[in-house]
């Protein structure tokens, strides 16, 4: 049998590394029969010179062609839909619908499409004009971006045609992309679709690049290679960290998003109004693909009352109806077995784990309890991630316990409060809104936070360690290509040597430009 | 002799530490009388918890008030003009006028009235709406921000007064800000009419806390404590990058200004167009203020001919004739000794040093050559920053050592060429801009880099190690302040809940925001 190649300089050829390894389908526990290899630095090397190149072309290359680029990918990706999911799922256990096929891919090429129009309007780069002074300034592409994909997203946030890479792209960059070991299959046939979206455009071969696999050595190596512009990360907080460390030392920018329990606060007047409705709403969100969602909800605070042992039984019984998933990987369900044990290790009860004892990748989904006392003992491993459909009820005797509580939480993507309609719950979402808002990316009032609407308004970031930095965003249009660009001041040079969009014409009539003060689409005058 | 105070959590009182401190008139050698006090962790730690509360403060105070306390703080240095050029004078050297008096303090003021000025319009926070689906988001305080000024720009870069100081008090933060120890006496002036501004202004005590000198352990923990927001630093490579990675390892934004050789790079032509001209202009560039900018060129290249060679004789007749100017410290003059030895060793040729042999905080002005031959056998070492007046040319042949030469250029914050006016030099432009572009902040033409004009279209920051990110600048409103601003989002957040900035009526008709993809100063319809 074999092996796949890797995509290194606009070819696909064999890798430099010897080893292989193949993924396995978590529903049934099968070995897959494809063998894909695992890169060793020598790639990297030969990824790296060639994305240098394609750099400094896709500089000189009009947005309008990598629009081109990125639109013929997202309908390349559609075309190829049906062999998409199918693999996809048979990688991920994920379902064909409405999940893969229905939601994942239809967002993903919306991203592409979103990411085509930011990159020719163009005001992402905040075209800055001062006139009497001579300065201009914007932003430029940063340079070569290597993007690591994470296991719970095979299409909206794979490193070959996810939300990091079309901002990249967008942006001017050349990609390097690590696709998930998990689902190999899914990111070579995003990455085939992407080589016959390159045609025609214009832009360099190398414009998107992939290796399979890489030791950590050679990932810490890449991240902080003087060739590289910038990493985008998405994944666990352990391999998050290394990268982050081996890039920092060097002054070469990772964005990162890491770890994240998205706290829940339910208040107690929606129990009294509507109880039963959010305890059906919370147990749909947190068991929804297994709970393998970034923004899942794995901290829930309640106030100690009747009505929120009520809640907590409607969402037992909830979790009791349903059958333990397939996670990603016999690894997802080992690691969530020993977040579930740290959790019970430092003091939180078990309220139902239904199906304990399944093995392979299949892992119940758990339901935990602590007491706001216990939880302010031990705040540290009460806030372990448990990746996977595990949540820990926070049942607190007042605001001060809640306030408290609040106050221990390390920063998250997301942070939620449910509150009734009548406005009794108002003094306390006063007491809590803020503590929580310091403390998330994303605050959300009577909504659960597993959906991640691609809005230019989002932001799925938010302060260490649920991210690198609290000034960006993964998703959301315009801002998340911000993160792949330099700053560029131009002072004193010559018109006919400036960039178009900081000549005196705007260049499409469309962007928005900051001229002397002022923003507008309109010329300098 | 009693030891000065602290300004921690409002108050002057004394500082725990038990050390002290004095600073010399570096002009005399003279040690001044007054004793300034090194704070323990002690003092760090009551001044982070000041912080906290006040950010809470901060957070409910309307943009108004904070741009009083900043107009009135302008007010109130204009009003102490006297005594802060008599102070800073005699604590660092540089002339009191045109340099203190006429150029750094009235700097220092349009600053703060500018960064005054962007908190009320607030478009700084790029308030984005999507009313489709109820998503909002904007940048708000990031919490408390530590400010390190440097020893160059006692007023406008200043801990308690400087660029960074009012990007972060305007971006809504308190400030707890390092004075520098060159300058302690500079630094209570500028805090005492910080204090006075504060008055009136309903602002918290502890917006403002200032504390004079800190051991590096201190430091560290300060950057990295989980009370503070971000931190600000512009010094040395060595102390910004020991800084860097204490709150790197934890996820906290830091900011650097630390090293530039600031490139110039000037073609045939017009040397042979106006030889002279340029040769005046680069000299006086180079040898003002002893050459203690940030931007100050401390590395040109020239193509190898006759009339670089009548430009390097040109520039040394100025040297030349330039005494050893007074550095800013004892310190500052060892350091250039050590750098230009670094550099010597390395193979430049001393062309000049003239006064060599002056002691104190007094150096001679350097200038070295090498051949662009000899520099691209130890690129490194003939990087090295030598802070002062010392200047480094390259002798190239040719376009192709020049971008070799370039090639090897670390992150500078500007890059600056020359060119002839009729176009003789445009061919080597094209070669030499874009390999320039790559590794500055900012490209100048035809003009030297040392003014860094307080515009919006400004860029003081560059790849590092010029500075820790090539997404930010530390001059220039407004991008400047988002600097020290968190990305926050709201979800579906009832409407009276939301920041005024994000509900549908705008707040003051002027703020700019982007409503469903459109920029408008409007409401939301």
Redesign the interface.
Known sequence: MAEHPVLIGGTWRPAKGGKTFQASNPATGERLSDAYPLSGWEDCDAALAAAAEAA?EL?RTPPEAIAKFLTQFADRIEAAKAALVEMAHTETALPKAPRLGDVELPRTTAQLRQAADAAVEG?WT?P???TK?Q???W??P??PVVVFGPNNFPFAFSGVAGGDFAAAIAAGNPVIAKAHPLHPGTGRLLAEAAVAALAGTGLPAATVQMIYKIDHQSGERLVSDPRVGASAFTGSRTAGMAL??AA??????IYLEMSSINPVVILPGVLAERGSKVAAEFASSCLMGGGQFCTNAGFVMLFADAKSDQFLDEVKTAFDAAAPPALLSDGVAKGLAESVKTLRGAGAQLLTAPGAGANGARHPNVLLRVTGEQFLRQPEQLQTEAFGSATLCVVVRGVEEAEAVLSHLE?NL?GCIYSDSQGSDEGL?ARV??AL??RV???????M?TGV?V?????H?G???A???????AV?IP?SL??F??????????EH?LPAALRNKNPNGRM?R?ID?T?TQDSCS
């Open positions: 400094i500089r005001s905040l800055t004009i001062d002074n300065i201009r300034s932003f430029e940063i340079g982050k460390k920092d030392a060097v002054g070469k920018p920063g997301t979402y809104a803020p808002r310091r990316g994303r605050l959300l009032n009577d909504k936070p609407a809005s230019p308004a989002m932001n970031g302060p260490f360690p991210t690198g930095h609290p000034g960006f965003t959301g801002a911000r993160r660009g330099m700053l560029c001041c131009y002072d004193n040079v010559r040597r928005w900051l003060g923003m």
